[in-house]
């Protein structure tokens, strides 16, 4: 009897180990050099919402964490270095490195860890790569890893953290990857990103936006009909933006007194004074409109931008015609229409 009841405490035992076991991911490192230090692991989405402590002495460190999903995490170091980092319950995730390649440490244990690892050292073998040749890669492993987490990190890092970013190459990218994927709530806050993105694409209909100007009066689309119509997102707090209207008050200038071409400026200015001041020392002279709500603007979400500078090109009849050009984009279209009006 008593070597009954002596299994049954086993088994318990053993189950309750295991329970433990399956319930939590076993984490080990050492870095090179970071002597004693505090690093920081915290979920990189609603799945893992929470912030785990490291304390590393003499360059190691170890814990245990509750985990009970595959799970997207950033591993911080003090210095605010930042590392992708996949956990699953019953991994044994080993990080090794050195302080001098925070960025790029070895981690093994799972799937996505090693994945983005190597992909990484890949690219770090790789010397003088152009942006485009880094999309091309990432677009590669992404169409090659449709299931794997490390694919919406590269997403994110190449695609989608851009000034202007491509949405229809990154709705393809999307739609190469599996269910599990893009039940991933970074992936479908991306994909409603893009819904919103094509209801404002070229070709589509500018919606109804109407903004107040200096003296108070309501700006829409209707009050430059029949002209081809450059609306400009800018704020005085943003550099780009600034110089960006140097270079459309240099345009202006110039199509000042052409009839068939407006320009309509944004601003996503809070501060009513800092506004007025860009416009009268920039010498703005096109209409300016701003309701200082910054981003929530009504006209920067129903056009759906998310950077500043941002324009689109409305033709006479209400229809986007372009979007986000640049100088000479602008210049060329211009030069077009003066073609056509001979």
Same mark, same amino acid.
């Given at each position: 009897?008593?070597?009954?009841? &002596? ?14 076991? @399956? ?5 080990? $490192?050492?870095?090179?050099? &970071? ?46 270095? =930042? ?21 790029? #440490?070895?981690?093994? $244990?799972?799937? #996505? ?15 003088? !790569? ?9 677009? @590669? ?16 890092? +190449? ?7 491509? +949405? ?18 970074? %992936? ?11 209801? %404002?694409? %070229?070709?589509? %209909? &500018? ?25 400009? +997102? ?52 096109? =209409?300016?409109?701003?309701?200082? !709500? ?18 689109? !090109?409305?033709? #006479? ?18 030069? =077009? ?6």
């Amino acid at each position: 009897m008593k070597k009954i009841y &002596l299994a049954y405490f086993l088994l318990f035992a053993l189950s309750a180990c295991s329970s433990r076991t @399956t319930d939590s991911v076993r984490l080990s $490192g050492e870095i090179k050099g &970071l002597g004693n230090d505090t690093l920081y692991i915290y979920g990189a989405d609603n799945l893992h919402n929470r912030m785990d402590t490291l304390i590393a002495k003499n360059d190691k460190f170890s814990a245990t964490l509750a985990i009970d999903t595959l799970v997207a995490a950033w591993l911080q170091f003090s210095d605010g270095t =930042e590392y992708p980092l996949y956990l699953n319950k019953g991994d044994e995730i080993k990080i090794s490195g050195s302080v001098a390649e925070l960025s790029s #440490p070895d981690i093994t $244990g799972n799937a #996505p860890n090693e994945e983005l690892a190597a992909f990484l050292k890949e690219l770090k073998s790789i010397s003088q !790569l152009s942006e485009k040749a880094l999309q091309q890669k990432a677009e @590669t492993f992404i169409n090659s890893h449709p299931g794997s987490l490390a694919s919406i990190y590269l997403l994110e890092k +190449f695609f989608v953290q851009k000034p202007h970013p491509d +949405f229809a190459l990154i709705k393809r990218l999307t739609n190469r990857m599996s269910g599990e994927l893009k039940d991933r709530p970074y %992936v479908s806050e991306l994909m409603t990103l893009i819904q919103e993105e094509e209801r %404002v694409s %070229v070709g589509k %209909v &500018l919606p109804y936006i109407s903004l107040p100007n200096a003296k108070g009066v309501q700006i829409s689309r209707t009050g430059f009909k029949d002209k081809y119509l450059l609306i400009h +997102f800018w704020a005085s707090w943003d550099l780009p933006s600034m110089e960006n209207n140097a270079a459309l008050r240099r345009i202006y200038k110039k199509e000042e007194k052409n009839k068939m071409f407006a320009l309509w400026g944004i601003s996503l200015d809070v501060d009513k004074k800092a506004w007025e001041d860009a416009i009268s020392n920039d010498t703005l002279k096109w =209409e300016q409109t701003c309701d200082f !709500l910054g981003w929530n603007t009504m006209p920067a979400k129903q056009l759906s931008i998310h950077a500043l500078p941002a324009n689109l !090109l409305i033709g #006479p009849s209400g229809r986007i015609e372009g979007k986000n050009l640049t100088t000479a984009e602008i210049e060329k279209k211009l030069e =077009e229409l003066k073609q056509k009006a001979k």
